[in-house]
C-alpha cells in the first residue's frame, strides 16, 4: 500500500537540486588529460639497452603475451690474442597488448631494468594486430616513464635506492674533502667553496618557486614545471658557484678545482630535467601529448649537451 | 478571436496551420529533449552532452539533432515473427494523437490553430488515442517482454486517464466552457474571495496535483513509467524497435511533455497571462508576449517533470494501481463535488 | 486441470531452456477463463542481471511461481587455470573473478599460501592490507549502491556513488598502479609500500564518503517509494540463510553477525574494532540498509589503521620462486559479497596441485528460486538488486 507523499521524497529533491546547482564532477576527458598518478599501469615500456634476451618476462607473463627473437652475435676481442665473446642480440622484442593483462610481473621480473610502467593509455587502435607493439614502439614509450614516486612516511626504501642515497652522500663529502683541502692551501678561496658545498648537499630537492609558479601559471603539466624550476634553480647555483669562486681561480689553480666540484655534483641533477624548448613546442604542434613532448624535448637537450661536450673535448 | 493563422484561401490557411503545427511539435520535442538532457545531467553532478553543437555554440546543444540523424541510419529491424504492417503502423499511431492535440492549444490571444467548443474534450480524447499504438507495438513485436509492457500501460492508461479527466472536468465545471480559449479568459477574470485575482490552480490545487502526477503517469515517466522499466522488461513495447521508429516514440515522448504541460498550463496556471488578472496589449505585440508566457511555464512544468524523474525510483505496477483507484481518483470526484457545490451556492 | 504442454519454442529439460525439451508449464481454469503460465527468460542479456546471470521464471500474469538461475554463461576456468600458474601469477588472476573485490581476493590467496609457508608478514604490510581490503570493500559497496536503485528506476544514485568510486580509485591507483586489478599483493607481503601522500589523501577521503554515504541515506533509504518497493520484499529467514550458505550483507540483513573478521580474524583485523551491522527483517530494505551501515564501518576501520601505521619494511624475505609446501589449507576471509575461501593443495611444486575458490556470490544467488516464489516481476530486481551478487564470482 503506497503512502502519500511525505518528507523523504522532498529530502531527495532537494538533495538533486543541491547537486545541480553546484559544479559538476565530469572531467572533460579528451580536453583535460587525466593526472594520473605515476604508479599507473598505462603501457610497458622497453629500455632496449638493458635487454640481455635473459627471457625472464617472457616466461613468467601469464598470458605470454611478450614475443622476444634474438640471436648470439660473436664479439671480437679487446684486446689482440684474447678470446672473442658472444653475446645475445635483440631481434624483435613486441608486447601484444591485446592478450597483456597489465599485472605487471614482466616489469617486476626483470632483472636488468630494460622494462617500465608508462602511465600513457591513449593507443586504442582500429585493427587488433596494432595492438602489438614492436620494439621500436616500446622504445618510444620509455621516454614517458615517470620517476618513481617518493614513498610514504615511515616507508623502508628499497636497497638499491639505499645504495643510491649512499653514493651520492659519498661523493659529496669526497667535494666537501677536496675543498678543505683547497682552503687549506689558499685561504681566500675556502668561504665560497664552502658555501657552495652547502648549497649543493641540499640542492636535490631545491627548485627555483619563481619559474615553477610561471610555468604552472603558462598550463605546464606540474611534472614539466617542476622538472624545469629544479634546472632554473641548479642553474642559479652554479652561476653563483662560479662567481663563487673565481677569484680563487685567479690565485689558485688548485682551488679552481675545489670550487668547481660541487657544482658539478650538482650539474647532473639539474641538468637531466633541462629540456629543449624547441623540440617540445614542434611536437605539441605535431599534436603529441604534452608527455611524450616533455619526454623528447629532454632527450633532445641531452643530446645536444652530449655534442657540445664532445665539441669542447676535440678543441681542448 | 481569430486564429491568427486564418487567410481568405481555406487551401492556404490549412497548410500554414499543419505547417506550423509540425514545426512546433518537433522544435518542442528537441528543445525540452535537450533541456531534459542538460538539466538531468547536473542533478546528478555531471555536464550532460558537451560536444555535438550548432556552429560554434557546444555545450550539445546539436546533441539531439545528431541523435536523429543517427537514429536516420540505423537499419529498421522487423522482426521475423512480427506482423509486420501493425509493427510498422504502430509508431505512427503513437505519435499523432499527441501532433493533433496540439492543434487546439491556445498558446497566446490569437496563437492558435482551432478554437473548437469542444477544445478540452477533443485534448483529451486524443490523449487516449496513444495507448493505442503503444498497444499495437507490444502485441505486434511478438516478444513476450513487449506484451507485458503494452498491458501494462493499457491498465496503466486507464487507471490515470480518470483522475486526468476528472480534473479537466472541474475546471471546465467552473469555467462554464470546454473551449480552452474560453478556459483561459474565464480564468484570468476570476476573483477569489470577490477581491484576490487568481488562476484555477489556486482554487483547484488538488486538481492541479492530480492532473500533473496522471500526466506524468499517463506520459510514462519516471515514477510513473513501469510499461518501459527497462531493468524489469527491458523496454516494453520499444523492445524491437530500431532506428527512426523507435526515434517516433521517443519524439511521442518528449512531445507528449509538452502537450500535458501545455494543457496544466491552460487549465490552471493562466495559459498566456503572466500574473492572474493581467491584460495583454491588442495585435501582434500580445501575440509575442502571450506565446512566450506560455512557453515559459511549460517549460517550468517539463522541468519539474525531469526533476522528479532525476529523483525518484519507479513504483510497481500495483502500487500505482492502488494509488490510482484508492486515491487520485476518489480525491478528483470529491473535488467536482466540492466546486460543484461552490458554483451553485456562489453565483 | 493441470497438464503439460510443449510450448511453441524449443526449450527446457534438465537445464531450463535446452535445445529440444518441452517446457514445463501449468493450466489453470476451464473454457474462456483458461490461463497458462507464461515462461519468461531473464538473461543472460538482460538489463536486470547485471552481467550474464540467467534466470527462467514461470508466470502467472506478473506474478513468479517459478525461478531458476542458469550459472556458467561466464566460466573461466579460473580454478583449473590456478593448477597451471605460479603463486604470483594466480594473485594477479584472482584479481579478475569477482572484479569488484580484487584486492581482497587477492589477500586470501596470499594468506593461504603464505601460512602453508608459515611466513612472518611484516607488520606494516598487514596494516596496509587491511586498510587496502576496507578502502576495497567501499568500492565494491558503492557499485550495488548505486546499481541497487538504477534497478528500481533510480538513476541518479548510480551517478553519485560512481564520484566517490572515482576518487577511492584514484588513490588506489597512486599506491597500485591498478583501478580495478590491483595486483599489490605478494605472498609475504606487499609489492611496493604507499606513495607519499596517500595517507594524507586517506585521510581526507574517508570523512567525504561518510558524507555521501549520507546522502544516499537521504536519497533513498528515506523514500516513500523506495520503501514500498523494498519493505517486506524478498524476506529471507535466518534458518534458511544459513542453510544455503549465505553470507555478507544478506546474511546479516537476517540478522546473524557472522563475519570472519570477527569470528576468525585475520590480518589486524583482531587489533581494529570491527562494527558488524545487522538487521532484523531480512528483506531487501533491510539488506541495503546493511550495506550503507558497512560502508561507514569500513571507514571506521580505515581511520584505525591509518593511526596504527607502524614503520618498517613491507615484504618478508621470501624465495625467488615461491614454492609451497607439500599439503593443504583452507582460509577463509570476509569478503565485500560475504565468505571468501581458499583451500589450495600443494606437491610442493610451485604451483598449487588444487586451487578451490569458494566464492559468497554463488551461495547467494542460489537463494534466489527461493526469494522469487510468489512475489511479483516488479520484485525481482528489487531481489536481485539486493542479493549482491557479481556473475564472475557466480562462475569463476
Request: aromatic residues 8%.
Amino acid at each position: 500500500m503506497p503512502t502519500m507523499p511525505k518528507i523523504g521524497l522532498l529530502k531527495g529533491l532537494g538533495l538533486t537540486l543541491k547537486t545541480a546547482l553546484t559544479p559538476a564532477t565530469t572531467q572533460q576527458y579528451p580536453h583535460v588529460k587525466p593526472d594520473l598518478p605515476p604508479r599507473t599501469r598505462g603501457v610497458i615500456a622497453l629500455m632496449e639497452e638493458n635487454c640481455t634476451v635473459c627471457f625472464q618476462c617472457a616466461r613468467e607473463c601469464p598470458d605470454w603475451c611478450i614475443y622476444i627473437d634474438s640471436h648470439k652475435l660473436t664479439v671480437p676481442p679487446k684486446e689482440p690474442g684474447g678470446r672473442t665473446r658472444t653475446r645475445n642480440q635483440l631481434d624483435r622484442f613486441a608486447i601484444d597488448f591485446a592478450l597483456c593483462m597489465y599485472c605487471g610481473i614482466c616489469v617486476e621480473v626483470c632483472p636488468f631494468d630494460a622494462l617500465f610502467w608508462s602511465p600513457e593509455f591513449e593507443y586504442s587502435e582500429y585493427r587488433i594486430a596494432d595492438l602489438t607493439h614492436e620494439k621500436e614502439r616500446l622504445r618510444e614509450w620509455m621516454d614517458t616513464v615517470p620517476p618513481p614516486p617518493p614513498l610514504e612516511v615511515g616507508a623502508t626504501s628499497p636497497k638499491e635506492v639505499e645504495d643510491g642515497h649512499k653514493a651520492a652522500a659519498k661523493a659529496v663529502e669526497e667535494a666537501a674533502e677536496a675543498a678543505r683541502a683547497a682552503a687549506q692551501a689558499q685561504q681566500p678561496a675556502a668561504p665560497a667553496a664552502e658555501g657552495d658545498q652547502q648549497q649543493a648537499a641540499g640542492a636535490a630537492d631545491e627548485i627555483d618557486q619563481a619559474t615553477f609558479d610561471r610555468l604552472v601559471a603558462e598550463g605546464k603539466s606540474e611534472r614539466v614545471a617542476r622538472a624545469k624550476a629544479k634546472a632554473a634553480a641548479a642553474k642559479q647555483r652554479k652561476q653563483s658557484g662560479a662567481q663563487a669562486a673565481e677569484p680563487a681561480q685567479a690565485e689558485a689553480q688548485t682551488a679552481e678545482a675545489a670550487g668547481q666540484a660541487p657544482a658539478a655534483t650538482a650539474a647532473p641533477e639539474g641538468e637531466a630535467a633541462t629540456f629543449d624548448q624547441a623540440t617540445y613546442d614542434r611536437l605539441i604542434a605535431e599534436g603529441k601529448s604534452e608527455r611524450v613532448a616533455a619526454a623528447k624535448a629532454k632527450a633532445a637537450a641531452a643530446k645536444q649537451r652530449r655534442q657540445a661536450g664532445r665539441d669542447q673535448e676535440g678543441e681542448g | 478571436m481569430e486564429s491568427i493563422f486564418t487567410f481568405d484561401s481555406l487551401l492556404f490557411t490549412v497548410l500554414v496551420k499543419v505547417l506550423v503545427i509540425v514545426a512546433f511539435f518537433f522544435v518542442a520535442a528537441l528543445v525540452v529533449g535537450y533541456l531534459e538532457h542538460k538539466v538531468m545531467g547536473h542533478m546528478q553532478d555531471r555536464t550532460g552532452p558537451m560536444e555535438a553543437g550548432l556552429g560554434p555554440v557546444k555545450h550539445g546543444v546539436g546533441q539531439l539533432v545528431a541523435d536523429g540523424a543517427k537514429f536516420l541510419q540505423k537499419e529498421d529491424i522487423i522482426p521475423r515473427s512480427a506482423d509486420p504492417w501493425v509493427f510498422a503502423l504502430a509508431p505512427g499511431v503513437a505519435l499523432v494523437p499527441t501532433l493533433t492535440i496540439l492543434v487546439v492549444i491556445p498558446f497566446g490571444p490569437g496563437v492558435w490553430a482551432e478554437n473548437l467548443d469542444l477544445g478540452l474534450f477533443f485534448a483529451l480524447a486524443a490523449s487516449g488515442v496513444t495507448v493505442i499504438g503503444v498497444l499495437m507495438a507490444g502485441w505486434a513485436s511478438a516478444n513476450k517482454f513487449s506484451l507485458m509492457g503494452a498491458i501494462r500501460d493499457a491498465a496503466q492508461l486507464i487507471a490515470y486517464e480518470l483522475p486526468l479527466v476528472l480534473a479537466g472536468a472541474a475546471v471546465a465545471l467552473q469555467a462554464g466552457t470546454l473551449s480552452l480559449v474560453g478556459i483561459v479568459e474565464r480564468q484570468n477574470e476570476l476573483l477569489l474571495f470577490g477581491a484576490v485575482p487568481v488562476w484555477y490552480g489556486i482554487p483547484q490545487f488538488v486538481g492541479l496535483g492530480l492532473f500533473f502526477v496522471a500526466a506524468m503517469a499517463e506520459l510514462n515517466r519516471p515514477p510513473f513509467d513501469m510499461p518501459i522499466a527497462d531493468s524489469e522488461i527491458i523496454a516494453g513495447h520499444m523492445t524491437e524497435y530500431t532506428g527512426l521508429r523507435f526515434a517516433f516514440f521517443l519524439l511521442s515522448e518528449y512531445a507528449g511533455m509538452v502537450v500535458l504541460s501545455a494543457l496544466a498550463t491552460v487549465l490552471f496556471l493562466g495559459g498566456w497571462y503572466p500574473w492572474p488578472g493581467a491584460e495583454l496589449p491588442d495585435g501582434p505585440l500580445g501575440a509575442v508576449i502571450g506565446t512566450v508566457v506560455t512557453l515559459a511555464k511549460i517549460i517550468i512544468l517539463t522541468l519539474l517533470m525531469t526533476w522528479a524523474r532525476a529523483t525518484f525510483p519507479r513504483l510497481r505496477e500495483d502500487q500505482l494501481q492502488t494509488m490510482a483507484w484508492t486515491i487520485l481518483i476518489p480525491l478528483a470526484l470529491a473535488q467536482i463535488v466540492v466546486i460543484a457545490i461552490v458554483i451553485v451556492v456562489l453565483p | 486441470m493441470s497438464e503439460t504442454l510443449a510450448s511453441e519454442t524449443s526449450a527446457g529439460g534438465v537445464l531450463p531452456g535446452a535445445p529440444g525439451e518441452a517446457l514445463q508449464v501449468e493450466v489453470r481454469g476451464e473454457g474462456e477463463l483458461q490461463t497458462q503460465d507464461m515462461n519468461l527468460n531473464v538473461g543472460p542479456q538482460h538489463p536486470a542481471t547485471h552481467g550474464v546471470l540467467r534466470v527462467v521464471i514461470d508466470v502467472d500474469g506478473e506474478r513468479i511461481v517459478g525461478a531458476q538461475p542458469v550459472v556458467g554463461y561466464m566460466h573461466r576456468a579460473f580454478e583449473k587455470l590456478a593448477e597451471h600458474r605460479d603463486y604470483r601469477q594466480i594473485i594477479a588472476l584472482v584479481n579478475r573473478h569477482d572484479w569488484l573485490s580484487a584486492f581482497c581476493n587477492e589477500v586470501g590467496v596470499a594468506l593461504a599460501v603464505e601460512q602453508m609457508m608459515e611466513l612472518e608478514v611484516p607488520e606494516r604490510a598487514q596494516w596496509i592490507r587491511t586498510m587496502m581490503c576496507e578502502w576495497n570493500r567501499i568500492m565494491n559497496h558503492l557499485m550495488f549502491v548505486s546499481s541497487f536503485g538504477l534497478e528500481l528506476g533510480a538513476i541518479t544514485p548510480m551517478f553519485y556513488a560512481f564520484r566517490e568510486r572515482e576518487d577511492i580509485q584514484h588513490l588506489m591507483e597512486s599506491a597500485t598502479g591498478g583501478r580495478l586489478h590491483f595486483t599489490y599483493t605478494r605472498v609475504g607481503g606487499l609489492k611496493d609500500d604507499l606513495p607519499l601522500g596517500f595517507l594524507k589523501a586517506s585521510e581526507e577521503l574517508v570523512p567525504v564518503v561518510r558524507r555521501r554515504n549520507q546522502e544516499y541515506r537521504d536519497l533513498l533509504l528515506g523514500n516513500e517509494i523506495f520503501r514500498a518497493r523494498t519493505k517486506g520484499i524478498g524476506a529471507l529467514e535466518p534458518e534458511v540463510a544459513l542453510d544455503y550458505g549465505v553470507s555478507g550483507p544478506s546474511l546479516h540483513a537476517t540478522g546473524v553477525a557472522e563475519d570472519s573478521r570477527v569470528t576468525e580474524p585475520y590480518l589486524k583485523y583482531d587489533e581494529v574494532d570491527v562494527a558488524v551491522p545487522v538487521a532484523r527483517n531480512g528483506d531487501s530494505y533491510d539488506r541495503f540498509q546493511v550495506l550503507l551501515d558497512r560502508i561507514d564501518a569500513s571507514c571506521d576501520i580505515i581511520e584505525q589503521c591509518l593511526a596504527n601505521l607502524p614503520p618498517g619494511p613491507i615484504s618478508a624475505k621470501v624465495p625467488k620462486q615461491i614454492k609451497a609446501p607439500e599439503g593443504a589449507i583452507y582460509v577463509r576471509t570476509e569478503n565485500p559479497l560475504g565468505q571468501g575461501g581458499y583451500y589450495l593443495i600443494s606437491d610442493g611444486g610451485k604451483q598449487p596441485y588444487r586451487m578451490r575458490m569458494r566464492t559468497p556470490s554463488f551461495n547467494n544467488v542460489q537463494m534466489i528460486p527461493h526469494l522469487l516464489q510468489g512475489e511479483l516481476l516488479s520484485d525481482m530486481v528489487a531481489i536481485m538488486g539486493s542479493v549482491y551478487f557479481v556473475v564472475g564470482d557466480v562462475d569463476r
